[in-house]
Antibody, heavy 122, light 112 residues
Framework: QVQLQESGPGLLKPSETLTLTCTIS????????WSWIRQSPGKGLEFIAY???????NYNPSLESRATIALDTPRNQFSLKLSSVAAADTAIYYC????????????????WGQGTVVTVSS | EIVMTQSPLPLSVIVGEPASISCKSS???????????LDWYLQKPGQSPQLLIY???KRAPGVPDRFSGSGSGTDFTLRISRVEAEDVGIYYC?????????FGQGTKVEIK
């Protein structure tokens, strides 16, 4: 059974760069899309980015200038870097798998990590 | 981006009774293939969101048949035929019609 586990710093200061890692266990990183989603009291659930091992990447335009998603296939991990963080980036960050559930190539978030809390404060 | 609006935001329900949640999108989610590109997720207390319904009306694997999704275009409804205590949590609709995927504000369901 595939499981995802996020890891990260927990607390950052404004202007720093957030780096999060999602470790995949019980399955392979290949042949799927992998994504980051965050949840904050102010903005609710917000899609950040997704990528696959073929290099197809998509970002939320609102975060595209600051976000970088990357897959590490040998380690079966993927990561998110978010630069120049501010208080508005305080949130629970989830990693999730995008999987096809239909013959029309429709992707859903079918597996989520438990989430990691990130606080930005001086 | 497409704005998703849910109502009501808090919903108090009685065990055994039906419940419904509305989700409206600022643009049509209906594609030429006849499918509506809308999902429903449930976030139980202390847990991550889990998929309930995809393509507007298809139940995800393992989801009880008391959950159903309906609607088309810009108006959608999630129905629970008979609420159980384990159904408490926050329900979100999410559109997949246009990048970026966007979520509704969430409807918090509690038991009366």
């Amino acid at each position: 059974q595939v499981q995802l586990q996020e890891s990260g710093p927990g607390l950052l200061k404004p202007s720093e760069t957030l780096t999060l890692t999602c470790t995949i266990s019980g399955g392979s990183i290949s042949h799927y899309y992998w994504s980051w989603i965050r949840q904050s009291p102010g903005k609710g659930l917000e899609f950040i980015a997704y990528s696959n091992d073929g290099g197809h990447i998509n970002y939320n335009p609102s975060l595209e200038s600051r976000a970088t998603i990357a897959l590490d296939t040998p380690r079966n991990q993927f990561s998110l870097k978010l630069s120049s963080v501010a208080a508005a980036d305080t949130a629970i960050y989830y990693c999730a798998r995008l999987n096809i559930l239909s013959d029309i190539y429709y992707h859903v978030f079918d597996i989520w990590g438990q989430g990691t809390v990130v606080t930005v404060s001086s | 981006e497409i704005v998703m609006t849910q109502s009501p935001l808090p919903l108090s329900v009685i065990v055994g009774e039906p419940a419904s949640i509305s989700c409206k999108s600022s643009q049509s989610l209906l594609r030429s293939n006849g499918y509506n590109y809308l999902d429903w997720y449930l976030q139980k207390p202390g847990q991550s969101p889990q998929l309930l319904i995809y393509l507007g009306s298809k139940r995800a694997p393992g989801v009880p048949d008391r959950f159903s999704g309906s609607g088309s275009g810009t108006d959608f409804t999630l129905r629970i035929s008979r609420v159980e205590a384990e159904d408490v949590g926050i329900y979100y609709c999410m559109q997949v019609q246009q990048a970026p995927r966007t979520f509704g504000q969430g409807t918090k369901v509690e038991i009366k």
